[in-house]
């Protein structure tokens, strides 16, 4: 267990050899509350709590994994998301997948590609079924 003042996280984590620097990590992620604005100097984003099962392999350049789990918490712009769950591969800043949100605000079923890598000319490529939205309580 982690614990810093910006949160905490659990990590039981397999972590293997594999080649050229990569290693191949299995496991699960849980994080409580932690700070995910303060942590990567971003206004918009608040808290963050998270139970996630990672399959993969990560070196210093690339991480290529299988995720799966829920958000339990999610802050961003102010408001706090939670019953959010996901199922995808998670290249570098590509997500291919599954979001499922539940939240009392927001409920929609999402499948497809979000490829943030090039941050000038970010790709989108899904199918989303959006059942609610209240946007007057999102901000």
Same mark, same amino acid.
């Given at each position: ?17 594999? %080649? &050229? ?40 350049? *690339?991480? +290529? ?7 339990? !918490? ?5 408001? +706090?998301? &939670?019953?959010? %769950?996901?199922?995808? *591969?998670?290249?570098? !800043? ?7 949100? !539940?939240?009392?605000?927001? %409920?929609? &079923?999402? %499948? ?8 000038? !000319?970010?790709?989108? +490529? ?14």
């Amino acid at each position: 267990m982690l614990a810093t003042e910006i949160g905490g996280a659990t990590c039981l984590l397999q972590v293997s050899s594999l %080649r &050229d620097g990569c290693r191949g990590v299995l496991g699960d992620v849980k994080t409580s509350s932690l700070q995910l604005g303060e942590l990567l100097e971003n206004d918009l984003l608040g808290p963050l709590s998270l139970n996630v099962h990672v399959n993969g392999e990560l070196s210093s350049e *690339h991480s +290529d994994a299988e995720v799966s789990g829920e958000i339990l !918490r999610l802050g961003i712009n102010g408001y +706090d998301y &939670d019953s959010l %769950r996901m199922k995808g *591969h998670l290249v570098n !800043r590509e997500f291919n997948g599954l979001i499922e949100a !539940r939240d009392r605000n927001l %409920r929609f &079923d999402f %499948r497809g590609l979000l490829d943030l890598n090039d941050e000038q !000319r970010p790709r989108y +490529d899904f199918a989303m079924d959006l059942e609610e939205a209240n946007l007057a309580a999102l901000g």
